[in-house]
């Protein structure tokens, strides 16, 4: 079965870095991939979606990218800020298509 | 961005009673609703799809007769918890999407259900 995993469950950052987030699958290849971002004790919120022909992908400070040979996304969010503080999910199509799985997460931190 | 709402929030229940929580898309038609749970510190995980008019899907190792899914109409679906046991108190949250696979899905708050 289909494996999501983002590697980092924590990562801290200093207010202005550019913060990077990855998200590795396995045993699949997906028609696209989502990026979600969930605040504690709320659901998560849609961010950004790519699809397998798409190289990267922009929204405003974020930047996703989509490596179909290496089975990998990165997230970047640039000129981070406290207010970027979250915990950040990857998301896949199930194999049959007809749902999204998601990835542990991880949760940034940005300290001013 | 569409809503998707539900309710209650939060919600206390006593061991072996039944709880149900409902899940709205408010400003477009769901052909599609899924209910997910999610532990402390844990990814969401997938419990069952639903399309309107028919019978959920439920995942491997959910119950279906404990995790009762109506979806009746294009706006609404509920999740009742049957007999619920401490072990069920979770947060449960639905999605819905409008058209078909790949397009964006909508997620509610969430429900926080605690059993005791």
């Known amino acids: 079965s289909q494996k999501i995993e983002q590697n980092s469950e924590a990562l801290n950052i200093q207010e202005g870095k550019t913060a990077t987030l990855t998200c590795n699958y396995t045993n699949y290849s997906p028609a696209y991939l989502q990026w979600y971002r969930q605040d504690p004790g709320r659901g998560p919120v849609f961010l950004l979606l790519?699809?397998?022909?798409?190289k990267e992908k922009r929204k405003e400070r974020l930047k996703v990218t989509f490596d179909t040979t290496l089975k990998q996304s990165l997230f970047h969010i640039t000129a981070s800020q406290p207010a970027d503080s979250a915990t950040y999910l990857c998301?896949?199509?199930?194999?049959?298509?007809?749902?999204?799985?998601f990835g542990k997460g991880t949760t940034l931190s940005v300290s001013s | 961005g569409a809503v998707v709402s539900q309710h209650p929030s939060r919600v206390i229940c006593k061991s072996g009673t039944s709880v149900k929580i409902e899940c709205r898309s408010l400003?477009?038609?769901?052909?599609?609703m899924f209910w997910y749970r999610q532990f402390p510190k844990q990814s969401l995980m997938l419990m069952a799809t639903?399309?309107?008019?028919?019978?959920?899907?439920?995942e491997q190792g959910v119950e279906k007769d404990k995790f009762l899914i109506n979806h009746a109409s294009l706006t609404l679906s509920t999740l009742t918890v049957t007999s619920a046991h401490p072990e069920d108190s979770s947060f449960y949250i639905c999605s819905a999407r409008e058209g078909g696979p790949g397009d964006t899905i909508y997620f509610g708050e969430g429900s926080w259900l605690t059993v005791v």
């Open positions: 400003d477009f038609q769901a052909t599609t």
């Open positions: 790519i699809r397998e022909n798409e």
């Open positions: 998301a896949l199509p199930n194999q049959a298509g007809t749902a999204l799985i």
């Open positions: 639903s399309n309107e008019g028919s019978k959920a899907t439920y």
